[in-house]
């Protein structure tokens, strides 16, 4: 395989705390040079786990083209409670706003119903009980009643994740001690959401995708989604009936792979382009285009949510993994953001996706300075904009030409620059 087309590529040492295909993506470039062994000030880009970003990035002088992979305060974002308290607090701020932005702030409910009601426990406790017995209320069968999902906050692939739809089944989880760490005393920190009782099923079956979001700046927000993805699916037909058992109703490979009857290479897993395929013949082209460009506004305003509370620092990029879903009416919901997504592989073809993130990754970081600046697409990537222009799901079998053309086009821009100037 061909490195870069460059072949005057600078040296430039990295150290990644991973041994995968991060660390193979890195070998492979073109002048990139493993240095884990050198001294932190030698190294010229880190990829590393959350836990440095807490006590590393502050002890560390960065030079100025020195890159990290996460942002501080990324956790804003991506721990579950203060994602919700910050698209919550966004909501309410706009609504408050004297901008004259009139549209955004009239449509702020809309826009932003993307996330599911959430409550924070054990801190909302009692605003959750008051919500729940309200539309308990409502429902006169015990089958009509709403689903809700318990997650930790704190833990990952599916772990402590639990369904129910009595609030006895809570207060027994109280009771039993599940709610505390271990070893410790306090309550461990979970997220009550409604649960998406009507997702979209294919085959009879519930499936999320999984998308990825490079983010290059807060401020100005810089971000990039790829076009590239995967679509996760459930190994057991989907039932309201079996709301314990989680190979019916979560999508984690991580839980999937523990079935009886799991069998990767029967359909576990879609490229996202055949979700994108499937909407346009059942649906039509132009709900499938609705659809997913609700998934770039998505992003987009997830992003603005957090924007004043992630710490924006010329040093950091951070590539997001988004799990999202679609219920039966294409609505948008999003279901989690990870600052570390798995790039763990179950197939060859799952295994090729994910180098090509990463490879396109490092393109958008570009450390060699190669690009102007100005590119809108490099690789897989498209500049996610105002105007929710979306690709996802798009072709992307011409991205080594595109890269080439971007590459070409970036030198030619220089090289007029450069002239302009004399």
């Not at 956790?75 to 308290?85: I, P």
């Not at 576990?268 to 059942?282: C, D, F, G, Q, V």
Request: glycine share 4%.
């Amino acid at each position: 395989m061909r490195k870069r087309f460059d072949k005057r590529a600078p040296v430039v040492k990295f150290n990644c705390f991973f041994n995968n295909i991060i660390t193979k993506s890195m070998r492979r470039r073109a002048g990139w040079t493993d240095a884990k062994d050198q001294e932190e000030k030698n190294i010229d880009i880190f990829w590393v786990d959350t836990l440095w970003m807490h006590e590393k990035f502050d002890t560390i002088y960065f030079e100025e083209h020195m890159r990290v992979n996460h942002f501080p305060r990324f956790y804003e974002l991506t721990r579950k409670n203060l994602l919700a308290k910050n698209l919550k607090r966004f909501i309410k701020l706009k609504k408050s706003s004297k901008s004259q932005d009139v549209e955004l702030r009239d449509q702020i409910d809309d826009i932003m119903s993307f996330f599911p009601t959430t409550y924070d426990l054990p801190d909302q406790w009692h605003m959750f009980v008051e919500e729940f017995k309200k539309e308990r209320s409502q429902k006169e069968n015990r089958a009509d009643k709403p689903i809700w999902i318990m997650k930790p906050i704190s833990k990952s692939q599916g772990r402590g994740i639990f369904l129910f739809r009595d609030l006895k089944d809570i207060q027994e989880w109280k009771r039993d001690g599940k709610e505390k760490k271990e070893n410790a005393e306090e309550a461990e920190t979970y997220i009550v959401q409604r649960y998406i009782e009507r997702p979209l099923l294919i085959g009879g079956k519930k499936f999320d995708m999984r998308i990825y979001v490079l983010v290059t700046s807060y401020v100005p927000l810089r971000a990039w989604v790829y076009r590239e993805g995967f679509v996760r699916f459930s190994g057991t037909r989907y039932s309201l009936d079996q709301i314990e058992d989680t190979f019916v109703h979560l999508t984690n490979v991580a839980i999937q792979k523990t079935a009886p009857d799991y069998n990767p290479d029967r359909g576990a897993k879609w490229p996202l382009m055949n979700l994108r395929r499937y909407l346009e013949t059942s649906r039509g082209i132009q709900v499938s285009n609705t659809a997913f460009r609700k998934i770039n506004e998505m992003f987009w305003y997830s992003l603005l949510a957090v924007q004043d509370k992630v710490i924006n620092d010329k040093h950091c990029f951070e590539l997001y993994g988004y799990d999202v879903l679609f219920d039966e009416a294409l609505n948008v919901w999003l279901i989690e953001v990870n600052a570390s997504p798995s790039f763990a592989h179950s197939s060859e073809d799952d295994k090729m996706l994910k180098l090509r993130v990463l490879d396109d990754t490092f393109n958008v970081v570009d450390m060699e300075k190669k690009l102007s600046g100005t590119e809108t697409r490099i690789g897989g990537f498209d500049l996610l904009t105002e105007s929710l222009d979306c690709y996802l799901g798009c072709d992307n079998s011409d991205r080594e030409i595109q890269l080439r053309r971007v590459y070409r086009e970036a030198d030619s821009r220089k090289e007029r620059e450069a002239n302009e100037q004399e």
